[in-house]
């Protein structure tokens, strides 16, 4: 710590402070443009400058100076204020002054600035810029007449994002912020630069004059797209969510967001929204009143037994529990499960079995705190984007060593020093185990691990994998595996990261074993910067699993529950949000199923392929329109009040569920509140949470791991067969799950399926990008747009499966990797 | 006092006032001469064949009453436009801040004072009978 004065003020600051850092921890205000908390210092716009007595009354910036013992500091001298005066015009007068027509006013720290510091004249003339402006790109709009190049746009989008997409061109005068060879932009789209930029140079195109920042309500929210559980700030007017409003102090991400989570949002006023319940009469789904349809609902859900339900991991802990206690209660049935029954068998088998509990045992914040990180599949940038930054700024500031184990290469290969280790699709396990037997050959292995249940059998097992065998399988070096097991067991912490889905059906129990096993091996696991993090898909499938909302004591998981529609078991489905025909592997079957079975309730936000086959669909509300909780990946519980008013026509999930336990003769809790006070008591780790204690920042459910090692068994891998290539399916950057289809935001951007190939495969098939080609597999075929790109290998396409319009589940059938052949 | 005394004086008043010049206006027949600075109802400026306001959004917020409501829109130059300006006249105050706050000198308020309808829909202005008469 370091002693100084600020304006008369005695301080005590860290040491790594600079002067502006020390000003405001002890609630000074210095002026400043060019300066963000998460970007290093720059000093570009002079507008800081303060004097320090010991520098001879010199003017000196105060975000780039360091703090000294003793520092005298004085921040407003009339000298400085003549400075700043002088900055400000000086920016002002190539600056177009065209607040009334620019969204950025109200929240422009330039008229904040010129407003505070009286600036109505100005002493100096030169012509404006002539800058052409960007109104071409769907997402982000470029105006560089208004730009004060503080460079923080081309700072985020390097430090943070590590895209690059945006820096300085030209020199001198003519200097301004652009792409390269001032190209369009085209980037991930996440929107940083917008959030950052102090004027209004960069802007939000769907929110175009949508509002003045000053006429809008500031709703803080949690993201209702993927796990990472990032904070958000919506802004409200006139009951409609319009824009998504930064805050540098808002998460542990501190307001950083994807494309998803900031021009995601459009779903929550979509007009397409499900607004009266509708009733399948003679055949046709027609609108309701609730009393009708609940009362048919009820009336079915009496069967019992023949009834089973899927339910969404976007639903709130709440709501998920309550269902859980109608079903398991009221209704009499134990058939009941999320995200295709196996998306969340990472947790609920895995670590259930490797770490006695149904969570990861490290949290994202042990990201950065990490010396070395092992990502299974690149895919992770891409289900979980902010965790990717997270990834990014460990490896290029903190110095964190990154290996990645991969099918295919991808943006976090990219990095400084990255190893991208790309083995054959689906063989990601067996290069575990491989780095487990090396560990234990070359005696890496932590002194802990030899007492913890089963290393012996363990041991034994990992006998068939050894480096060379599996290496000449999974087509990497030997010599590569073995420098990974020893730089893993080398490191004094090392975290493993891989993400979870609907899409990535190999990352089951036995991925989330093997990497649990090795993290058990070393010892590096409950300690900081240690431990595993699987990434779990949706916003609250942890919660989900922590609900207990999946198949347990013989019930049916979901893809049981679907077969058994088809085969008459199961006469009544209760889909709560779930989307299958789209998002669930082989539409085949589940087309049968939804087909077969006798009665289909579905609540819905939007009338999903799903729905449209239902016999009665209940409108519910989105995650801005209800209260309750949701637990992220790394089990942070976070509480959401509502955003705006839902629609009186539409209920929460909640209070269907409610309705629907008094008419079936049950006592149900009114309110979330309620609901979440027998959360907190019956479910661990959540106990002493509150609704009121959550409000703030949330709280991490902690995890109490009791390790074993899981015994691997031999896998099956699959053979590449000549003139077929291996698909294997995954995310899309810009989206998540199928609800990112009614955010207009993400189909700006990425509007259709497409298949990802490699160079070598386009040109011996003769297909270039675009070309719409025939993708068959042996349960069916469909036409995909070619994306030819240069992280594939040879021999893999991959292709996203979000979208209605594509659905990849025709010619996927849940297998990890799908032999395919492409005909143009 | 003579009880005839009080009907004279009247009648003298009376009869005075027969030459004298009225206070009162045959309103509709005549007109009253609005001064230059009433405020009467308002009007949106055009230039160029086009309405000026830029739907920067300070009349409705400096608005005491809350009766404008101002939709923006991006017209085919990119430029900013009010999709919807509205001005509901019932709940006006004419206190004229509006026009004081208007950068761009876009609205201006007319000695039109007859603002009397039938039904309450009648008194919400749109853009379309708010734009000044040329």
Sequence with gaps: ?824 | MNPITPIINGMKITLKHMFMKPVTLQYPDERPKVAERFRGLHALKVSHSKAKCVACYLCPTVCPAKCITVEAGEDANHDKYATVYEIDMLRCIFCGYCVEACPVDALKMTGEFELANYSRQDFIYSKERLLEKQ
Aim: hydrophobic share 40%.
């Design chain 1, 1 to 824: 710590m370091v002693n100084l004065t600020i304006d008369d003020k005695q301080v005590t600051v860290p040491r790594t402070a600079t002067i502006y850092e020390a000003a405001k921890l002890n609630g000074i205000n210095i002026p400043i443009l060019c300066h963000d908390k998460k970007l290093k210092p720059f000093g570009a716009c002079r507008m800081c400058l303060v004097e320090v007595e010991q520098m001879k009354g010199r003017q000196i910036p105060a975000c780039t100076t360091p703090v000294t013992e003793g520092m005298i500091i004085r921040t407003s001298t009339p000298d400085i204020i003549k400075a700043r005066k002088m900055v400000l015009e000086l920016l002002l007068l190539n600056h177009p002054l065209d607040c009334p027509v620019c969204d950025k006013s109200g929240d422009c720290d330039l008229q904040n600035l010129t407003y505070e510091y009286q600036v109505n004249s100005n002493r100096f003339t030169d012509e404006k810029f002539h800058h052409e402006i960007d109104y071409n790109n769907p997402l982000i709009e470029r105006d560089m007449n208004r730009c004060v190049l503080c460079g923080k746009c081309a700072r985020v989008c390097d430090e943070i994002v590590s895209y690059g997409a945006l820096t300085f061109i030209d020199r001198g005068i003519e200097t301004k912020i652009g792409c390269e060879f001032d190209d369009a932009l085209n980037c991930e789209f996440c929107g940083s630069c917008i959030a950052v930029c102090p004027v209004g140079s960069l802007l939000a195109r769907p929110f175009k004059h949508k509002a003045r920042w000053w006429a809008m309500t500031k709703q803080k929210s949690v993201c209702g797209y993927c796990g990472t559980g990032c904070n958000l700030t919506l802004g409200v007017k006139d009951n409609k969510v319009l824009t998504t409003i930064y805050d540098e102090d808002q998460g542990f991400h501190k307001g950083q967001l994807c494309v998803r989570g900031r021009f995601g949002y459009q779903f929550i006023n979509s007009d397409k929204r499900l607004t009266k319940p509708l009733v399948k009469k003679n055949g046709v789904l027609t609108e309701s009143t609730w009393d009708e349809a609940l009362e048919i609902v009820a009336g079915r859900l009496k069967v019992g037994s023949s009834v089973a339900a899927l339910a969404t991991p976007r639903l709130t802990n709440e709501e998920l529990s309550l269902f859980r206690t109608m079903l398991l209660e009221n209704v009499g049935t134990k058939n009941f499960d999320h995200a295709a029954g196996y998306a969340h068998s990472a947790l609920t088998e895995g670590f259930a079995g490797s770490f006695g509990a149904t969570a990861s045992s490290a949290n994202i914040l042990d990201i950065q705190k990490s010396d070395f990180l092992l990502v299974i599949k690149t895919d992770a940038y891409e289900t979980h984007p902010v965790v990717g930054f997270e990834v990014n700024m460990a490896v290029k500031n903190k110095g964190v060593r990154l290996s990645i184990l991969s099918d295919k290469r991808g943006k976090l290969s990219k990095l400084p020093d990255a190893k991208t280790l790309v083995h054959m699709p689906g063989s990601e396990v067996a290069v575990l185990n491989a780095i487990a037997k090396i560990i234990i050959d070359e005696k890496l292995v932590d002194a802990s691990a030899a007492s913890i249940a089963g290393y012996a059998e363990f041991e034994k097992a990992l006998s068939a994998f050894s480096a060379e065998a599996i290496a000449a399988q999974v087509g990497i070096v030997a010599s590569d595996i073995k420098k990974l097991a020893s730089e893993y067991a080398a490191a004094e912490k090392a975290l493993i990261i891989f993400p979870t889905g609907q899409a990535y059906t190999g990352h089951n129990a036995d991925l989330a074993n093997a990497v649990a096993n090795l993290a058990i091996l070393t010892g590096k696991y409950g300690k900081e910067g240690c431990g595993v993090l699987c990434l779990s898909e949706k916003n609250n499938s942890q919660g989900a699993v922590d609900m207990g909302f999946y198949a347990q004591d013989g019930g049916l998981n979901s893809l049981q529950i679907l077969d058994a529609c088809a085969a008459g078991t199961v006469k009544t489905l209760f889909i709560a949000g779930e989307n299958p025909l789209v998002s669930y592997p082989d539409r085949n079957r589940v087309k049968a199923a939804l087909d077969a079975v006798e009665f289909l309730i579905v609540s819905e936000l939007f009338l999903t392929e799903t729905a449209a086959t239902a016999d009665v669909v209940l409108p519910v509300c989105s995650y801005a329109e209800k209260d309750g909780t949701f637990t992220s990946t790394d089990r942070r519980v976070q509480y959401i009040k509502p955003a705006i008013r839902k629609n009186v026509q539409i209920k929460t999930d909640f209070e269907i569920f409610s309705d629907l336990i008094s008419r079936l003769g049950g006592q149900a809790p009114l309110r979330p509140a309620a609901q979440f006070e027998k959360i907190a008591s019956n479910t661990p780790g959540y106990f002493g949470m509150s609704h009121i204690t959550l409000q703030k920042d949330g709280a991490f459910a902690p995890v109490k791991i009791t390790p074993a090692f899981v015994t691997p068994h031999a896998l099956a891998t699959v053979a590449p067969e000549t003139g077929k290539l291996a698909l294997v399916t995954g995310s899309a950057l810009y989206h998540s799950g199928s609800l990112s289809q009614y955010g207009e935001g993400p189909m700006h951007v990425c509007p259709e399926g497409y298949i990802e190939l490699s160079r070598s495969d386009a040109s011996a098939n003769k297909i270039a990008e675009n070309d719409m080609i025939t993708v068959s597999s042996a349960t069916g075929s469909m036409q995909l747009k070619a994306k030819v790109s240069l992280r594939m290998p040879a021999g893999v396409v991959f292709a996203p499966y979000h979208f209605s319009t594509a659905p990849i589940n025709t010619i996927w059938s849940g297998a990890p990797v799908t032999m395919v052949t492409l005909v143009k």
